[in-house]
């Protein structure tokens, strides 16, 4: 039968969309996941024909005994793929050696990890100032010496999802940020970057064998509350064709530095003067309503294309319909428990609405944004303008209300 390994999988987002397209595609899809929870919810994973529980994904040999495992039950393993942090880079280990798809695994590698990346393009336009802190410094002696770079930004490497970040504007604010990082991740480099204010884009890419394809260009817009905080997604982005053939210039040259020739991912760009920065360049495509806002706007199933490069198959990037798409994430206000939602029906039924998603259930405990998990509902709405579009997502959003009760 042939089979598909999945290393990790979110309950929903591109990541659990790959588990349903595979099944769609005719694939026999097995689920290895560190997610005890999800084998006490098995009723809700239809899309999984096999799960199976391994407490350290990491641990590559036992990785690699499950895999052994399906082959002499008889399954014929067709690819082993990832499309979650830090299980990318394994996954596409695994696939190199049991005489898979071989990607780029070295250039996944360092994108997995933000001072391998950072490190290795640092000679780059597009890089801004960082400094990598392995806690061999005091926090007042570093905040002395990096004061004149001021603002900035902290993060511990192994962070996404925007958790863990501190924007500090002071050096006395530098040193408290530094001090909190280091008591919560003890040991732990922190990454210290230039702050960089702009118009911020998400750029999905899928390489074949060195040729460079650029599926979407999106704009974001960030939280009020929290300026790390995506809750806005214009696509495509409105880009004059001076900004953009830089944009791809500095793309190709960050590609080509980490050494990517085959296989996807997704960077974050920012336009600083006129100028294209890098913000984060990520070993996968984008998780959430990424492959539900691409394929509104252009037709194209980027999830299922991916797929298909896993499979040594052929991706096809073509688009079918060039519309204008607009995606608007809602974030709460009030820590809490969760009373109840309203208005999904009222919004999803608004001419232009595409796609209404509500995350939490009943009961569960919500909170103020402090990362990108604490999103917690969305709406994916198309029209014949950009403005349009934005305006449909955004009405829709207000039809949804939390009730929360408060801690």
Known sequence: MKSIIFLGAHKSGTSREALKIAKDMGYYTILLTDRKKFLEQRDEFNDVHQMVLLPDLLDLSRVEEEINLCQLQGYKIEAIMSLIDPFVFPAAFMSKKFGLTQLSSDALYLMEEKTRFRKALQQLFSSPFFH????????????????????????????NGSKDIHLSMSKESLKRSIKHLESKFPGQPILIEEYLIGRQFLVEIVMIHGRLNIVGVIEQEFSAANPFI????????????????????EIEQILETLGMQHGSCHLEMKMVNNEWKLIEVNPRMSGGAMNKIIME???????????????????S?????????????????????????????????????????????????????????????????????????????????????FYIEPL
């Open 230 to 249: 995506v809750t806005d997604y214009a696509f495509p982005a409105l880009l004059k064709s001076k900004e953009y053939e830089n944009l791809l210039r």
């Open 317 to 401: 990037f073509i688009p079918t319909k060039n519309d204008h798409v607009y995606a608007a994430f809602s974030t709460v206000n009030t820590s809490g428990k969760l009373l109840k939602v309203t208005g999904k029906n009222k919004a999803l039924k608004m001419q232009g609405v595409k796609v209404v998603y509500v995350k939490p259930r009943k009961g569960t405990i919500v909170t103020q944004p402090y990362s990108m998990g604490d999103r917690y509902a969305y709406v994916v709405a198309a029209g014949d303008s950009p403005e349009k579009a934005r305006q449909i997502a955004l009405s829709a959003r207000n039809q949804i209300q």
């Open 297 to 315: 706007g252009s037709g194209v199933n980027l999830v299922q294309e991916i797929i298909k490069l896993n499979l040594k198959l052929s991706p």
């Open 132 to 159: 990598v802190h392995s806690q061999n410094e005091t926090a007042e002696a570093l905040s002395e010496r990096l004061a004149e770079n001021l603002p900035l930004i902290l993060k511990p490497v192994l962070s």
